[in-house]
Nanobody, 126 residues
Framework: QVQLVESGGGSVQAGGSLRLSCAAS???????????MGWFRQAPGKEREGVAA???????YYADSAKGRFTISRDNAKNTVYLQMNSLKAEDTAKYYC?????????????????WGQGTQVTVSS
């Protein structure tokens, strides 16, 4: 079992930046379980949606809403994935969840999710 712990959420004004981190622990030596790591978000009253995902080799996938503003990266030695969010908009307000799974796909999805983090709130005020 892989455990995921997010950090870095908070409140920011529109146009600002935040950096989310997600640290994986547990059975991370089973590389297939963390082959893909990514971020989803869920706003009140909306379905959870994929934002960005990255494979162990560094191939990235982004939702259209994230392209050009968000950057996903990972440090395999630290079993940590990051989401740098710039030019934040009010519509980016949501709870952001880290996920790990067996593969990634467009547009920013993690497939066969095996673990979810507890989520971190991002609030952007206009």
């Amino acid at each position: 079992q892989v455990q995921l712990v997010e950090s870095g959420g908070g409140s920011v004004q529109a146009g600002g930046s935040l950096r989310l981190s997600c640290a994986a622990s547990g059975r991370t030596s089973y590389t297939s379980s963390t082959y893909c790591m990514g971020w989803f978000r869920q706003a009140p009253g909306k379905e959870r949606e994929g934002v960005a995902a990255i494979t162990r080799a560094g191939t990235t996938y982004y939702a259209d809403s994230a392209k050009g503003r968000f950057t996903i990266s990972r440090d395999n030695a630290k079993n940590t994935v990051y989401l740098q969010m710039n030019s934040l908009k009010a519509e980016d307000t949501a709870k952001y969840y880290c996920a790990s799974g067996r593969d990634c796909s467009s547009p920013g999805n993690v497939l066969s999710v095996n673990s979810w983090g507890q989520g971190t709130q991002v609030t952007v005020s206009s």
